[in-house]
């Protein structure tokens, strides 16, 4: 059984029709990445799968369970944990009180273990959300998620905006988790560092699947890489000029 599987999945926002026949999935225990350039259907993908924008056609099978129509907190229930893009921790709580918010799930993870996964969350235990990096932020999200203890972890573009060192260490955990057993789907505009960590690749286009393999095959093909990650690069300078708060606006409800 997979952890997940998409089929034929058509999502519309209103009359746009967004997402044109994608299919995809993740093997238990697998590391898969979900690439694409900007605005190609990436986090609506994430979204229809976790049920904040249901498909209108089509079918997710979560671990064996149709949740196509399911609503949002059901499809969690399943074990489901989803770090949404923009990093969304409680400002005003430190960083120990925000891992405490979550109810733990029996798992591998609990929070001695988090603080030994994440050094830099351990160092600033005391300090606020908003008094953390950018990079802090974003291992603070995915601490938080893992104490659900999920069995299907879905990060949506986990490396955005964050300094190359701070890219490798977000992997890294990303990578320690899929090593516990979680099966993991990860949105990235990242593509070299996506495709080194990831078991499989999906590249999305204008709301298609236009290629599928090993991320390893991926990796060695540099025209592709290279078409992918510039068309990446353009987007990312134009957010650097942009404004921050852009990012807070979709919520997660
Ligand atoms: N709430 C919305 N209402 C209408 N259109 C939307 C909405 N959210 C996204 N879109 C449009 O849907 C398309 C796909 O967006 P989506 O965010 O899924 O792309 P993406 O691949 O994740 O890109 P990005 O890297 O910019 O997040 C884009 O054309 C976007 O403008």
Redesign the pocket.
């Known amino acids: 059984m997979n952890a997940l599987e998409v089929k034929e999945l058509h999502t519309y926002?209103?009359k746009?029709h967004?997402l044109d026949g994608v299919g995809l999935h993740v093997a238990q225990g697998e590391l898969v990445t979900l690439l694409?350039?900007?605005?190609?259907?990436?986090?609506?993908?994430l979204?229809s799968i976790v049920g904040l924008?249901p498909a209108r056609s089509g079918s997710v099978t979560v671990f064996g369970k149709d949740t196509t129509h399911w609503p949002p907190y059901r499809i969690a229930g399943l074990g489901v944990g989803f770090v949404p893009?923009g990093r969304r921790i409680f400002a005003n709580l430190t960083v120990d009180e925000n891992l405490k918010v979550p109810v733990e799930r029996p798992g591998p993870w609990n929070i001695g273990r988090i603080y030994q996964l994440f050094p830099r969350l351990a160092e600033r235990k005391g300090n606020k959300g908003r008094q953390l990096s950018g990079g802090e932020q974003e291992m603070l999200a995915i601490a938080r998620t893992l104490l659900l203890n999920p069995s299907l972890l879905l990060l949506?573009?986990p490396s955005q905006g964050l300094a190359p060192l701070i890219v490798q260490e977000v992997f890294r955990v990303i990578t320690a988790t899929r090593d516990e057993g979680t099966s993991v789907l990860l949105?990235e505009?990242n593509v070299r560092a996506a495709v080194e960590v990831a078991d499989r690749a999906y590249v999305?286009d204008d709301?298609s699947i236009v290629y599928e393999g090993l991320a390893s095959e991926f990796a060695r093909d540099e025209e592709r890489v290279r078409a992918l990650a510039g068309a990446s690069a353009e987007?990312w300078s134009e957010e650097e000029v942009g404004d921050a708060s852009v990012q807070a606006a979709?919520g997660m409800g």
Do not use: F, H, V
Request: charged share 30%; no cysteine; aromatic share 4%.
């Open positions: 926002y209103g746009s967004i694409g350039r900007n605005g190609a259907g990436k986090s609506t993908t979204r924008t893009e949506d573009e949105i505009q999305l709301g987007k979709p």
